[in-house]
T-cell receptor
Framework: KQEVTQIPAALSVPEGENLVLNCSFT??????LQWFRQDPGKGLTSLLL?????REQTSGRLNASLDKSSGRSTLYIAASQPGDSATYLCAVPGSARQLTFGSGTQLTVLP | NAGVMQNPRHLVRRRGQEARLRCSPM?????VYWYRQLPEEGLKFMVY????????ESGMPKERFSAEFPKEGPSILRIQQVVRGDSAAYFC?????????????FGQGTRLTVV
């Protein structure tokens, strides 16, 4: 059974800092890994989908890396802004593409 | 092309009542997934449906919960005789197909409060 873990559970940084969020998974036989953002009381916004054959995927200030062999992914956020404050979730699909989510990292960027 | 539409956004039910949550997938999407997010917990998979078929319901509670995705109309998640522990955010996601890297798109969720 796939298990996904995210550390830290919460992170508070001053504006402008670069930061890294971590995600680990127990079953390395994955098709892809997806990073989402969730704002309080809102739905999920897909940030990046990194395929199992890829090592990195970039979108603007975001960069996601994937190391299948070690069961790890990182989400790097450059030059953080207060608007980046949200909960960040990583998820991996199962055989029927249903997603197993980590419990998330709650990020606060202080102005 | 509208996104995944869920309604209602907020739903309040008294204990023992029924709750019906609706999800209209994106146009052209025939695969629907339901997830539940309990307070202070992560998102958990509940059920996966294609048109008129339940493909995987391994995450559904054994009693009181059911789901359908009819040929016409939205997918429905139905909770009978709700209890306080059912209070949660329920999210629906849809995808066009089940390929290796098919991306699922999420709705805004329905927040159920049982009083």
């Amino acid at each position: 059974k796939q298990e996904v873990t995210q550390i830290p559970a919460a992170l508070s940084v001053p504006e402008g800092e670069n930061l890294v969020l971590n995600c680990s998974f127990t079953d390395s036989a994955i098709y892809n890994l997806q990073w989402f953002r969730q704002d309080p009381g809102k739905g999920l916004t897909s940030l990046l989908l990194i395929q199992s054959s890829q090592r990195e995927q970039t979108s603007g200030r975001l960069n996601a890396s994937l190391d299948k062999s070690s069961g790890r992914s990182t989400l790097y956020i450059a030059a953080s802004q207060p608007g980046d404050s949200a909960t960040y979730l990583c998820a991996v699909p199962g055989s029927a593409r249903q997603l197993t989510f980590g419990s998330g990292t709650q990020l606060t960027v202080l102005p | 092309n509208a996104g995944v539409m869920q309604n209602p956004r907020h739903l309040v039910r008294r204990r023992g009542q029924e709750a019906r949550l609706r999800c209209s997938p994106m146009k052209g999407h025939s695969h629907v997934y339901w997830y539940r997010q309990l307070p202070e917990e992560g998102l958990k998979f509940m059920v996966y449906l294609q048109k008129e078929n339940i493909i995987d319901e391994s995450g559904m509670p054994k009693e009181r919960f059911s789901a359908e995705f009819p040929k016409e109309g939205p997918s429905i998640l139905r909770i009978q005789q709700v209890v306080r522990g059912d209070s949660a955010a329920y999210f629906c996601a849809s995808s066009p197909a089940v390929g290796r890297n098919t991306e699922a798109f999420f709705g805004q969720g329905t927040r159920l409060t049982v009083v």
